[in-house]
T-cell receptor, first 115, second 113 residues
Framework: KAGVTQTPRYLIKTRGQQVTLSCSPISGHRSVSWYQQTPGQGLQFLFEYFSETQRNKGNFPGRFSGRQFSNSRSEMNVSTLELGDSALYLC??????????????FGSGTQLSVL | QKEVEQNSGPLSVPEGAIASLNCTYSDRGSQSFFWYRQYSGKSPELIMSIYSNGDKEDGRFTAQLNKASQYVSLLIRDSQPSDSATYLCAVNAGGGSARQLTFGSGTQLTVLP
């Protein structure tokens, strides 16, 4: 079974630009979550999608947005990039939300560098 | 603010020894607890989950949970150089229909040959 697939693997952008990251969950998984990982802040929750609906959102500005398609694939968008947005963006999938014993499986991530 | 704290490390143990990794959490409503392993330059990999008080063993790994003390730990027996990685403790407060993990900052473990 293929794992969580994220594209692209690396991105270099400049301040003010916008970026779109893509995530394909494990086949059969319907919940997709996004996390940001930086050396200073560690892993932080961005948002979660299930059935094309955002179920929860972390403490990030509105420049960070996402969506989920009917095939459970998800995209994350960051507008008006800032230097501090440089990070590893991780997508994780799970079969469905709402179960306390659900496990997250992470993709390899997209390493975003903002210059 | 919900917090997850891990012993800062780095932690070095000789090969064959027991490595002990600790984590405390602030939200008493937390229901699910996870340990992830992250090799340098790689994504986190789930190695253990625990939901009720006590010990849970899986091979060389044992997770321990004490909800009264808000404490969760991971023991790695017979540590191997391949266990050298950063170990992340993650907690899910649960409830509702959302899925959101709060991660600790991680403990870097080095197993010396």
């Amino acid at each position: 079974k293929a794992g969580v697939t994220q594209t692209p693997r690396y991105l270099i952008k400049t301040r003010g630009q916008q970026v779109t990251l893509s995530c394909s969950p494990i086949s059969g998984h319907r919940s997709v979550s996004w996390y940001q990982q930086t050396p200073g802040q560690g892993l932080q929750f961005l948002f979660e999608y299930f059935s094309e609906t955002q179920r929860n959102k972390g403490n990030f500005p509105g420049r960070f947005s996402g969506r989920q398609f009917s095939n459970s694939r998800s995209e994350m968008n960051v507008s008006t990039l800032e230097l501090g947005d440089s990070a590893l963006y991780l997508c994780a999938s799970s079969p469905r939300p709402g179960q306390s014993n659900e496990k997250l499986f992470f993709g390899s991530g997209t390493q975003l560098s903002v210059l | 603010q919900k917090e997850v704290e891990q012993n800062s490390g780095p932690l070095s143990v000789p090969e064959g020894a027991i490595a002990s990794l600790n984590c405390t959490y602030s939200d008493r409503g937390s229901q699910s607890f996870f340990w992830y392993r992250q090799y340098s330059g790689k994504s986190p990999e789930l190695i253990m989950s625990i939901y009720s008080n006590g010990d849970k063993e899986d091979g060389r790994f044992t997770a321990q949970l004490n909800k009264a003390s808000q404490y969760v730990s991971l023991l790695i027996r017979d540590s191997q150089p391949s266990d050298s990685a950063t170990y992340l403790c993650a907690v899910n407060a649960g409830g509702g229909s959302a899925r959101q993990l709060t991660f600790g900052s991680g403990t870097q473990l080095t197993v010396l040959p």
